[in-house]
C-alpha cells in the first residue's frame, strides 16, 4: 500500500528557504516516479519537480529551475523524497502535494495515481 506524508510547509520571507519533505511507504510498479505538486485555491494543480526512484533522472519546472533542488533518500527507517526550496517568492504560495505514479515520469498531474494531504508554503509579498 503506498502511503505519503508531506511536511516541512509555513511561512517564510521572500528570499528565504524550506525544505520540505515526503515521507513515502509501498510503490506502484517496478519502477516509479516521485514528483512535487502545487496548487492555489481555484487553480489547476502545477507540476513543480518529478524525479524516476531511485537515482533520477530529474525534472524542474521552468519557473522553479535554478532555485529549487529535488532528491532522494532511502534507508533502513523508509524513504524520503525532499524539495529544497531557496530564493522562495511570493508567487510560490501554494500547497505542495507529493505524488507517485507507475513507470516513467510525466508533468501531468493526472497521470499520478497517489497523492499525500499537502503542507502550506506561505510566501508573503
Known amino acids: 500500500q503506498v502511503r505519503l506524508a508531506e511536511s516541512g510547509g509555513g511561512p517564510v520571507q521572500a528570499g528565504g528557504s524550506l525544505r520540505l519533505s515526503c515521507a513515502a511507504s509501498g510503490r506502484a510498479s517496478a519502477t516509479n516516479c516521485l514528483g512535487w505538486f502545487r496548487q492555489i485555491p481555484g487553480e489547476e494543480r502545477e507540476a513543480v519537480a518529478t524525479m524516476a526512484i531511485p537515482a533520477g533522472p530529474t525534472w524542474l519546472s521552468d519557473s522553479v529551475k535554478g532555485r529549487f533542488t529535488i532528491s532522494f533518500s532511502s534507508e533502513n527507517f523508509g524513504s524520503t523524497l525532499y524539495l529544497q526550496m531557496n530564493g522562495l517568492k511570493p508567487e510560490d504560495t501554494a500547497s505542495y502535494y507529493c505524488?507517485?505514479?507507475?513507470?516513467?515520469?510525466?508533468?501531468?498531474?493526472?497521470?499520478?495515481?497517489?497523492w499525500g494531504e499537502g503542507t502550506q508554503v506561505t510566501v508573503p509579498s
Open positions: 505524488a507517485l505514479k507507475a513507470d516513467e515520469c510525466t508533468a501531468s498531474a493526472a497521470a499520478f495515481a497517489f
